[in-house]
């Protein structure tokens, strides 16, 4: 990993999670049905603590094909021995299940735990009368999803549709809770999205590590989320090499340190080139978040004819204004820009600066020319997206920002395919890169990633965030942090979660509603609880 410090805890694809499987039962000689007893034991341990009880009601398990079937079979088995009243529901005939999960059915079957076999005729008018007299005996307390794990690519349909369908209806209608294990059955475990129908989870306890669905898409229908310990060795994880990660508030140990004997000097000196006429407010949304994050001195370059707007406007930050760029950044002015970046720390480049001519030719000269470490977010996003053969050869380590459509533009794919898997298409966008680049796709569950291939999934962050300016804010987050000294990698995920904690702190309050302003204006509060 290319960074100081970790910034979170591991994550792993559904792929690399099946290797590691396969590395722990294969060269450690752990058995397959040890690391499934491990997961349906966790899962009941926990199932008991979000409960408060399970003693005296019932649970209705539903269990699929696979080994998530095998594990709600051992699940079944740990609530039955703390005093619960099991109600297991088979998706498929036990003799069809195989392996491990076959060996637990047929232990289940030597144990007074109810079950029940659907078919294809299935539907829930049949299902109902069934639960309700299990209902009657003793109140049902939880459904546990046990249908599809991490390994589901295609979309759930006909048959396993109904019964997805079933079992939110019932948490819905009767306000049951839904445990999920390992992930809602229905979601793509690698980006999150529903697969045709998928269940919506109050609670989904999965194994080893967290996967990318945990913080993407689904995160929603996640619900509370707890890691089990199913004893895959330390050793298999190193062997395996894993670069995902999940973005957490571990991100404080990253942070600058602030010496009792500092002065402004100490901490960076940020150079901005955002804002055009019409959009002065980007520039000073960002030079205000690279201030209230702790950034020594900011000096924010401006068009000459609008200087006044940002001197009234932005009183703490300084400002250069340019003789040739009237309204809007200028190439004619780029010797003055060269000069200003004279002994400063780091460069935000694009915030509202517009697309013009002569706005475009100096984008193209500063990305390639100018070797301090620099935030591209923007309008110098969408200039580059035009020029995408200029991305591979910065002039010194860069960070870009793009939301969804800037990095459709950037990729040459739509908006759809950019969606369809974030975590790719961010890592393509930087790995061909000759100079160290991280890149920053925002989003909910915003990516990042370097072209080391190093990745992480934000989990910080709330919906009241989809309004404008939360992206300057952003760019001149990151920027500070690239100033105060921290590495390209630390500085891009430790600014995107403080962004997003910042935002959930006035959520606390505030459901939506809230401005990029009080964002930039919370960044304190959220260092500080990161501290």
């Known amino acids: 990993m290319n960074t100081s410090h970790e910034t979170g805890t591991r994550i792993a694809r559904a792929l690399e999670m099946q290797q590691l499987d396969r590395l722990a039962i294969e060269e450690y000689g752990i058995p397959g049905i040890v690391l499934m007893e491990n997961a349906g034991s966790g899962t009941a341990a926990i199932l008991g603590d979000f409960l408060g009880s399970v003693k005296n009601s019932t649970i209705i398990i539903f269990i699929g094909p696979g080994n998530n079937g095998g594990?709600?079979?051992?699940?079944?088995?740990?609530?039955?021995?703390?005093?619960?009243?099991?109600?297991?529901?088979?998706?498929?005939?036990?003799?069809?299940?195989?392996?491990?999960?076959?060996?637990?059915?047929?232990?289940?079957?030597?144990?007074?735990?109810?079950?029940?076999?659907?078919?294809?005729?299935?539907?829930?008018?049949?299902?109902?009368?069934?639960?309700?007299?299990?209902?009657?005996?003793?109140?049902?307390?939880?459904?546990?999803?046990?249908?599809?794990?991490?390994?589901?690519?295609?979309?759930?349909?006909?048959?396993?549709?109904?019964?997805?369908?079933?079992?939110?209806?019932?948490?819905?209608?009767?306000?049951?809770?839904?445990?999920?294990?390992?992930?809602?059955?229905?979601?793509?475990?690698?980006?999150?999205?529903?697969?045709?129908?998928?269940?919506?989870?109050?609670?989904?306890?999965?194994?080893?590590?967290?996967?990318?669905?945990?913080?993407?898409?689904?995160?929603?229908?996640?619900?509370?989320?707890?890691?089990?310990?199913?004893?895959?060795?330390?050793?298999?994880?190193?062997?395996?090499?894993?670069?995902?990660?999940?973005?957490?508030?571990?991100?404080?140990?990253?942070?600058?340190?602030?010496?009792?004997?500092?002065?402004?000097?100490?901490?960076?000196?940020?150079?901005?080139?955002?804002?055009?006429?019409?959009?002065?407010?980007?520039?000073?949304?960002?030079?205000?978040?690279?201030?209230?994050?702790?950034?020594?001195?900011?000096?924010?370059?401006?068009?000459?004819?609008?200087?006044?707007?940002?001197?009234?406007?932005?009183?703490?930050?300084?400002?250069?204004?340019?003789?040739?760029?009237?309204?809007?950044?200028?190439?004619?002015?780029?010797?003055?820009?060269?000069?200003?970046?004279?002994?400063?720390?780091?460069?935000?480049?694009?915030?509202?600066i517009g697309t013009d001519d002569e706005t475009e030719q100096l984008v193209l000269f500063l990305y390639q020319e100018l070797s301090l470490p620099m935030v591209v977010d923007a309008d110098a996003l969408n200039i580059l997206a035009g020029h995408r053969e200029i991305l591979e050869h910065p002039g010194g380590p860069r960070i870009l920002t793009p939301h969804p459509g800037e990095m459709a533009r950037l990729s040459g794919q739509g908006t759809k395919e950019v969606q369809g898997d974030r975590v790719e298409t961010a890592l393509r966008l930087c790995r061909k890169s000759d100079k160290e680049m991280v890149t920053v796709l925002k989003g909910a569950g915003t990516i990042v990633t370097d072209n080391q291939g190093n990745w992480g999934i934000n989990t910080s962050g709330n919906p009241g965030m989809a309004t404008g300016g939360m992206g300057d804010v952003l760019a001149g987050l990151i920027g500070s942090l690239l100033a105060q000294g921290m590495p390209v990698w630390d500085a891009a995920c430790a600014g995107v979660y403080l962004h997003g904690l910042a935002a959930d702190i006035i959520a606390e309050n505030k459901e939506y509603g809230y401005t990029a302003s009080e964002v930039a204006l919370m960044l304190p509060a959220a260092i500080k609880n990161c501290r």
């Not at 898409?217 to 310990?229: A, C, E, M, N, P």
């Not at 990660?245 to 600058?256: D, E, Q």
């Not at 994050?293 to 006044?308: K, Y």
């Open 71 to 352: 594990d709600g079979l051992v699940i079944a088995r740990h609530v039955l021995a703390a005093g619960a009243h099991p109600l297991v529901i088979f998706t498929i005939s036990p003799e069809q299940l195989h392996g491990d999960a076959a060996v637990n059915a047929a232990i289940v079957d030597k144990l007074p735990i109810p079950t029940i076999i659907l078919d294809d005729s299935f539907n829930r008018d049949t299902l109902l009368p069934i639960i309700t007299q299990h209902h009657v005996k003793n109140p049902v307390s939880c459904i546990v999803d046990a249908l599809f794990g991490t390994g589901l690519t295609r979309d759930v349909t006909g048959y396993m549709a109904r019964v997805v369908d079933c079992i939110n209806e019932l948490r819905t209608t009767y306000h049951w809770p839904v445990l999920a294990v390992d992930l809602p059955s229905g979601l793509d475990a690698d980006n999150g999205k529903s697969l045709g129908a998928s269940i919506v989870a109050d609670l989904t306890v999965t194994y080893g590590m967290a996967k990318p669905a945990h913080y993407l898409h689904g995160g929603k229908t996640i619900g509370r989320l707890h890691i089990v310990d199913i004893t895959i060795p330390h050793g298999a994880w190193q062997q395996l090499g894993l670069q995902g990660m999940a973005i957490t508030s571990a991100i404080g140990k990253s942070l600058p340190e602030r010496p009792g004997d500092s002065h402004k000097g100490t901490h960076g000196h940020l150079l901005v080139l955002a804002g055009s006429e019409g959009k002065t407010g980007a520039a000073m949304l960002c030079c205000r978040a690279a201030l209230t994050s702790g950034c020594g001195l900011v000096t924010s370059v401006v068009p000459g004819e609008l200087n006044p707007i940002f001197e009234n406007g932005l009183i703490e930050a300084m400002t250069l204004p340019l003789p040739a760029s009237t309204t809007t950044l200028s190439i004619e002015d780029v010797d003055y820009i060269l000069a200003a970046a004279i002994g400063k720390k780091a460069v935000v480049l694009g915030p509202g």
